[in-house]
């Protein structure tokens, strides 16, 4: 399945109430099962962004489902990339 690296920074209301993060990320995990997607890693991140997101999706329709699905909630923001596996890679350069 297509892997997908969302960099995301908690907006305003959501670092006002940065102690329900736990909890919201459990709830992120299920709205990202209900979508399709499976969110594989968390990490909380230093610098430009506040966390980053490792996730699965069959297709770029589902990935988008699942990051508008924990926008939506309003505590974070997200910037979504298809991430390409080092297998995927190689394969990509051996067909030019």
């Known amino acids: 399945m297509p892997t997908y690296i969302s960099l995301c920074n908690w907006t305003k209301q959501g670092i006002e109430k940065v102690k329900e993060s736990p909890a ?10 209900a979508a399709g997607a499976d969110l594989k890693q968390f990490y909380l991140t230093m610098g430009r962004y506040d966390f980053v997101i490792l996730s699965e999706a069959p297709d770029e329709t589902t990935a988008a489902k699942a990051a508008l699905a924990v926008g939506k909630a309003g505590n974070a923001r997200t910037e979504t990339f298809r991430a390409f596996t080092e297998d995927e890679y ?7």
């Open 90 to 96: 190689r394969r990509l350069l051996g067909s030019l």
């Open 24 to 33: 919201r990320l459990d709830a992120a995990r299920k709205a990202f099962q």
